[in-house]
Every structure is written in C-alpha cells, then in structure tokens.
C-alpha cells in the first residue's frame, strides 16, 4: 500500500528529484549540447562560404546535416557512453527529452516551407526555438546557465529579423556558440569539477 505524503514529504521529493535531474543534466547533458552546437555552427559556416562563393542557394540542403550528423555523433557516443557509466533517467530527464524531440520535429517541419517559401523566416523560427528549448530544460531543472544562455539565445534570435541576407548566416553561428556550446561547455566543466571532488 503506498504512503500519502503530508506537504512537506511532498515538496522534499519534489526538492530531491529536481536535484538529481540537475546533478545528472551537469553529468550528461553536455554532450549533446555540444554536439548540437558544433555541428550546428560548422553547417552554418559551411553554407555561408558554398553561398558567397558560388552564389548557388542549392547549398541551403546541406542544413540536412545538422539532424543527420548530430543524431550520428550523439548516438554513437551516447550508446558508448551509457555503457561505460550506465547511466539512468529520471521522470524529469525523460520529459525535458520528450520536449528536445517535440522541439526536433517541429523544426524538421519547418525545413519544408523554408525551402519553397523564399521569405520564410526559418533561420528565426529555428533559434527561437532552440532558444526555448534551452531555456526550459533551465527552468525545469532550476540551472541558471542554461535559463540565461536561452534568453540570449531568444534575444539574438530576433535579430534575425532584420539580418536577412547572407550575413544572417554569421549571427546565427554566433547565436548557436551562445545557447548550445556555451552552455555545454559549462555543464561539461561542472560535471569535471564534481568528478574531481568526489575522486
């Protein structure tokens, strides 16, 4: 038979779980945030320089590579990691996955009219919604690194509004480095200095 949980049992379970996903987001969430950023940031650089230099949009397809690569990288060093740490997840974890998934295919669904619609604003849409992601991964799990890299990830995303030539393609880079390999760097350096401790 399960116990009832007066208010304060319930707000010290709700306290732990909140922390747990912290700890494990520090361990375990730089990697694809890395990933992410920096196949993100290559894909945009490298359609910058195909477009400036042949003046051919075509190149615009290879924005492809950032699910392809980044799933790829993130699955084989991710199944390898899993393995070697045996890692688990939380309710919260999972959620703050499902929501990375949601945000993954409304961004592949926006893919399509930006390629038939010229004056789509996909590269706005594609960082604002990052940007949330980012944000609310942050707010859920009460880590202000991530809650302030989003917001800045959403402030530069509108930008994006009024950078719409080619040159939009180097203020997007920059928007990623800050909202995806910013924050991965620090979750990264968080999880080596916690791992120092405890050793």
Not at 72 to 81: H, I, M, N, S, T
Not at 113 to 135: K, Q, Y
Not at 169 to 181: E, P, R
């Amino acid at each position: 038979m399960e116990k009832n949980l007066n208010e304060k049992e319930s707000l010290e379970l709700i306290t732990r779980m909140i922390d747990n996903t912290r700890k494990g987001m520090e361990k375990n969430a730089a990697l694809p945030m890395l990933i992410f950023g920096y196949t993100s940031i290559v894909t945009t650089l490298a359609v910058w320089f195909a477009v400036i230099k042949t003046e051919n949009h075509i190149f615009h397809l290879l924005w492809i590579a950032i699910p392809v690569i980044g799933w790829l990288l993130y699955g084989l060093l991710g199944r390898a990691r899993t393995r070697r740490d045996g890692m688990s997840q939380s309710h919260m974890g999972s959620l703050i996955g499902r929501i990375w998934i949601f945000l993954a295919g409304v961004m592949m669904l926006c893919m399509v009219p930006a390629f038939v619609l010229r004056e789509f604003p996909a590269s706005f849409i594609m960082t604002l919604l990052a940007a949330i992601g980012v944000s609310c991964t942050g707010l859920l799990v009460r880590y202000a690194p991530l809650i302030i890299c989003g917001i800045l990830g959403v402030l530069t995303s509108f930008v994006l509004l009024w950078v719409t030539d080619i040159a939009s393609m180097v203020v997007l880079a920059a928007a990623f480095a800050i909202m995806m390999v910013l924050p991965g760097h620090i979750l990264h350096h968080a999880a080596n200095k916690k791992s120092e401790k405890n050793a």
